[in-house]
């Protein structure tokens, strides 16, 4: 089985509507698919309508959290999309990630760059929006040449001088969140350097306290001796692996399927899962 448990779509900051992520998903191949876009399940009714045949889809959404300053995010499979205090939260996240852009646009157009901000909204098209709508806005005005140039200290990289942070929860409350609604946590690009600081071994162990299943180890982001370590540290905490392609689309180049899943911990994730059931056509 080709399984992989991570992706974006238009819901937020991929660039492909979910009926388009499903059909390449089948194109490459998947048998299980988990969407997992940033704050929100509101692609899922949408991915699910367009099944194709052969493929299941597991509900998810992928949260930015902290730990002492630094980011971790988290992915959540298969929780009650309607247990209220999760729903809640991604809302509020929801809703200050429109605060937020709004205010990157404020300092960005102060530092002279003519962003337009309807674009910005525009690109976003009523999903969650992120900073990948602004570095296109920021390209698409020429400011930039390509959306990596935006992600810069020059601009909105972590700390850049248009950066805004936004309303994000605590790693581990994250992990508490997401059980409590049924579902199941996992680190996701617990290695990610090139994304900014990574958070230490105690973070970890925090997390795995609290019921977190799996760090996300096979990750186009993590080189091979990272991989290493990483799956070193997962058996000393008791963690399963996962791993999965992070696609967004055209955004980070087309790679669903570019890292999979095992079939056992796709097993365990649905059995230590009570919130809702992957769906298949
Ligand atoms: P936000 O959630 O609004 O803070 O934006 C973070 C998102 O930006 C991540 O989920 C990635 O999709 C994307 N991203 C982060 N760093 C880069 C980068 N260097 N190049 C392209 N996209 C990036
Ligand atoms: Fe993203
Ligand atoms: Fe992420
Ligand atoms: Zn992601």
């Not at 530092?111 to 098209?125: C, S, T, Y």
């Amino acid at each position: 089985m080709r399984i992989d448990l991570h992706c974006h779509s238009t819901a937020s900051d991929g660039t492909e509507p979910p009926a388009e992520v499903v059909r390449r998903a089948a194109d490459a191949g998947l048998d299980v698919l988990a969407l997992t876009d940033h704050d929100t399940v509101a692609g899922y009714a949408e991915a699910h309508a367009a099944l194709p045949e052969g493929l299941t889809l597991a509900l998810g959404c992928e949260l930015s959290t902290l730990s002492g300053g630094i980011p971790v995010h988290v992915l959540g499979y298969l929780f009650d999309p309607d247990e209220p205090v999760f729903a809640n939260e991604r809302e509020t996240l929801r809703t200050d990630r429109t605060r937020r852009a709004h205010a990157i646009v404020d300092k960005l157009q102060e530092l002279g760059a003519p962003v337009d901000r309807d674009r910005v909204f525009e690109l976003a098209g009523g999903g969650a929006v992120g900073r990948p709508h602004l570095a296109r806005a920021l390209v698409e005005a020429g400011v930039v040449p390509d959306v990596s140039g935006a992600f810069t200290e020059e601009w909105i990289a972590d700390g850049g001088r248009a950066y805004v942070e936004k309303h994000a929860l605590d790693a581990v409350a994250a992990v508490e969140m997401i059980r409590a609604a049924g579902g199941v946590a996992v680190f996701a690009h617990p290695g990610a350097a090139k994304r900014g600081k990574v958070v230490g071994d105690d973070v970890i162990e925090a997390m795995a306290a609290v019921g977190l299943l799996a760090l996300e180890v096979d990750h186009p982001d993590h080189d091979e001796p990272t991989r290493a370590r990483l799956r070193d540290l997962a058996g000393a905490h008791g963690l399963l692996v996962t791993g999965s392609s992070d696609d967004h689309g055209s955004l980070t180049g087309h790679r669903l399927g570019a890292n999979t899943t095992d079939q056992g911990v796709w097993e365990a994730i649905v059995s230590a899962a009570t919130g809702s059931r992957p769906d298949a056509r």
